[in-house]
């Protein structure tokens, strides 16, 4: 079982019921858990959509929109049915917080689930999980039908006359399916494939319905900020960023682990004192501060707070809440092939530019990380990585040049140290296997 | 499926699946979870495997073949009884993923989707698997290993090996 980690500087909103066994229904009840859902079943859509607005929570799978705006985009009269549809496909790699959710408090999935369905009127919702994630997917299992059999769920939820439903489901390994289109696609049971927006998924979503898709950390955020108030919840965090979020610290760092902590704590704090620092008592190189898609930086840049808009001032992106320190024993030539190996592997080819452009950054930075690379292919690899961004229909395209246009900026003498023959300094050599 | 002895699937994967396909607003939102349970009970998605399910959904073999050569955990052909799955993704790879991955090569005498002569184990290196605060992490099958080190690979095989023998065992019992 994954270990969990703690530090006083974590204020647990969203996790405050891990390792209490709250998988368990009962634990659940007993520790607060589906009082949010009758209140909002009691309280109805607006006001649920109101304190929502109220919450400033914005989606944590990366993007970061604004929850409460999302549901209010969803039209209220419907010839086609409506749906919520919880992304737990997590694969943005640095990112492992969903998979602590729904171990230790899949019912807050659920709540969450039904509160969103309540706001936007539907009576059905997905729980997508990773393929990866079986032994998860069996408790969420578990914890559905235990909420059908307390009546949480089903035609009449708290003895009410409203119906909702949820249905779990596997994905079978895809990253590219953590694109809501594509994973729409996928829950149609095609290849996942994003669609082209417009129309968004509030208006055409899945099987052709009005769709509400939040990240599974935002949904079981949503109960929560029901019990808490928006305004409560929105005053944990800094402006526009509501409440707390799950940072996942991994990399060369003492203590790795998944803390809770409030938007806008600052980065250097964070991976200093949160996570115990460089681990060794190594010297800090470079940090990718929101999952394998977001632009590196430097440790002179990381006095920053860590919610969406300081670090997009920054130059980065908040992302999926995936801290990845590296030490200075990294060579981040080798770093930038394993990243957009990655992305070569997961781009489904359907966009011309991330089909050809990953497919070539791969082959022109392991050539150089051999060895064999020329002055002209530094260039060559940022006009590529330019030339992939925002010419393609879903965000994969973005999340492998962005990355690649930091190191290749920010790391300039390092690819100049690998040129004309020089074996690589850090002289690690890694075959990258994958194909 | 009329008569459950034509299935190819035991008799709880086949019921599993008639209630399956007529859960969701459209059966073929079945597709991508019956592949994948599919391939856990047989091993692989063999013709027989596609055939079974393209005819359950009411599509063709064709489609079925379309969407299922998308998904990187589906497989058309078999691996080891054991298959372990090395993630080698960035924060893995920080924490000496690579080096884990070469004490498997060494151990198990074969290479990135390999499968051991006695079929017991395969080996693939893998994309992130939602393990990075673990890291390096592995899945054995569905079964994770966090913070796994090379010395301790030897003695995580002995004790698939000792359950592999233990099942066969059991079914020639």
């Known amino acids: ?435 | 499926m009329s008569a459950e002895t034509m299935s190819v699937f035991s008799p709880a994967l086949a019921a599993r699946f008639d209630l399956l396909v007529e859960k969701y607003p459209l059966r073929r939102s079945a597709l991508v979870p019956m592949l994948l349970y599919a391939q856990d009970e047989i091993g692989y998605l063999s013709d027989a495997v596609i055939s079974e399910i393209a005819h359950r959904i009411g599509i063709t073999e064709l489609d079925v073949r379309n969407v299922a050569t998308y998904y990187s955990m589906l497989r058309f052909k078999p691996v080891g009884r054991y298959n372990i799955q090395v993630c080698t993704n960035i924060s893995c790879m920080l924490r000496g993923a690579y080096d884990l991955f070469d004490r498997f090569q060494e151990e198990l005498n074969i290479g990135n989707k390999g499968v051991t002569p006695d079929k017991i184990f395969s080996l693939e290196e893998v994309e992130c698997i939602g393990a990075c605060c673990w890291a390096p992490a592995i899945q054995v099958n569905y079964d994770f290993h966090d913070e796994l080190k090379p010395e301790l690979v030897p003695g995580l095989l002995d004790g698939y090996r000792g359950r592999a023998l233990a099942e066969s065992e059991a079914k020639n019992a």
């Open chain 1, 1 to 435: 079982m994954p270990r969990l980690v703690s530090h006083p500087d974590e204020v647990k909103i969203v996790t405050k019921r891990f390792g209490l066994g709250a998988a368990e229904i009962n634990r659940y009840v007993e520790l607060g858990g589906y009082e949010s859902a009758k209140k909002c079943l009691a309280q109805g859509p607006e006001w649920i959509i109101e304190e929502m607005k109220a919450s400033s929570l914005r989606g944590r799978g990366g993007a970061g929109f604004p929850t409460g705006m999302k549901w209010s985009f969803v039209p209220k009269q419907s010839a086609k049915p409506k749906y919520v549809l919880v992304n737990g496909d997590e694969s943005e790699p640095g990112t492992c917080k969903d998979h602590l959710i729904f171990l230790h408090d899949p019912h807050s999935v659920i709540e969450g689930t039904i509160i969103a369905g309540l706001a936007i009127g539907s009576k059905l919702g997905f729980i997508y999980l990773r393929g990866e994630y079986r032994y998860l997917i069996e408790i969420m299992e578990k914890a559905v039908a235990d909420a059908y059999a307390k009546g949480f769920l089903g035609k009449n939820i708290f003895g009410s006359d409203t119906e909702f439903n949820i249905i779990t489901q596997t994905g079978a390994g895809a990253y590219e399916v953590g694109e809501e289109s594509a994973l729409m696609e996928s829950l149609e049971g095609k290849r996942g494939v994003p669609r082209i927006k417009p129309p968004f998924p509030a208006v055409v979503g899945l099987y052709g319905g009005p769709t509400v898709i939040n990240n599974a950390e935002t949904i079981a955020t949503v109960p929560h900020v029901i019990a808490m108030g928006g305004a409560a919840y929105a005053a944990v965090g800094t402006p526009r960023n509501g409440g707390t979020r799950l940072f996942c610290l991994s990399g060369h760092v003492e203590r790795p682990g998944v803390y809770e902590l409030p938007m806008g704590y600052n980065l250097r704090k964070m991976i200093y004192e949160v996570a115990g620092g460089v681990r060794g008592g190594g010297k800090l190189k470079a940090v990718v501060p929101g999952g394998s898609s977001t632009p590196v930086l430097l440790p002179e840049e990381i006095d920053i707070g860590m919610d969406f808009d300081q670090v997009g001032k920054a130059g980065s992106m908040l992302g999926s809440g995936g801290v990845v320190v590296i030490d200075d024993t990294t060579c981040i030539v080798e770093f930038a092939l394993r990243t957009i190996s990655f992305y070569q592997h997961e781009s489904c080819g359907r966009c011309i530019p991330c089909r050809e452009g990953t497919d070539w950054l791969k082959k022109s930075l392991t050539r150089f990380h051999a060895g064999f690379g020329e002055a002209k292919d530094i260039d060559n690899i940022q006009y590529l990585a330019e030339n992939m961004m925002g010419r393609t229909f879903c965000p994969l395209g973005d999340a492998a040049a962005m990355p690649t246009l930091g190191f290749v900026k920010k790391f300039r003498k390092e690819f100049e140290d690998h040129l004309n023959g020089k074996p690589c300094p850090f002289a690690k050599h890694v075959e990258i296997a994958m194909v």
